[in-house]
C-alpha cells in the first residue's frame, strides 16, 4: 500500500522560507515521479512542482517558477519543496502527490493515483 505523508508546513511572515518533506512507502520510490500540488481555499489544486523518478529533471508551475526548489532521496525515499521569498498567495494546503505508472513525469493532478493529507502553509503580509 502506497503511503504518502507530508510535514514541514507552519507560518511564516512574507519573504520567509520553509521546507517540505514528503516520505513515501510501500513501493520501489526511486521509479516514480514525485510532485507537489496546492489548494487555496476557493481554488482548484494547482500544480507547483514535479521531480522524475532519477532526480534528474525537474518541473515548475509558472507561479513558483524562481522560488521554489524540488528535491529528493531516493536513498531516503523522500522528496522535498523548499520554499524560499514566500508570498502571501502561496497560502495553500501543500499536497504530495505521485502516479501510478512508473518513469512518466505528468502535470495534470488527474494523472496523480497517489496523494498525501496535506500540509498547511501559511504566510502573512
Known amino acids: 500500500q502506497v503511503q504518502l505523508v507530508e510535514s514541514g508546513g507552519g507560518s511564516v511572515q512574507a519573504g520567509g522560507s520553509l521546507r517540505l518533506s514528503c516520505a513515501a512507502s510501500g513501493r520501489t520510490f526511486g521509479r516514480y515521479t514525485m510532485a507537489w500540488f496546492r489548494q487555496a481555499p476557493g481554488k482548484e489544486r494547482e500544480f507547483v512542482a514535479a521531480i522524475a523518478w532519477s532526480g534528474v529533471n525537474s518541473y515548475y508551475g509558472d507561479s513558483v517558477q524562481g522560488r521554489f526548489t524540488i528535491s529528493r532521496d531516493n536513498a531516503a525515499n523522500t522528496a522535498y519543496l523548499q520554499m524560499n521569498g514566500l508570498k502571501p498567495e502561496d497560502t495553500a494546503v501543500y499536497y504530495c502527490?505521485?502516479?501510478?505508472?512508473?518513469?512518466?513525469?505528468?502535470?495534470?493532478?488527474?494523472?496523480?493515483?497517489?496523494w498525501g493529507r496535506g500540509t498547511q502553509v501559511t504566510v502573512s503580509a
Open positions: 502527490a505521485s502516479p501510478s505508472q512508473s518513469f512518466v513525469v505528468p502535470r495534470d493532478r488527474r494523472e496523480y493515483n497517489y
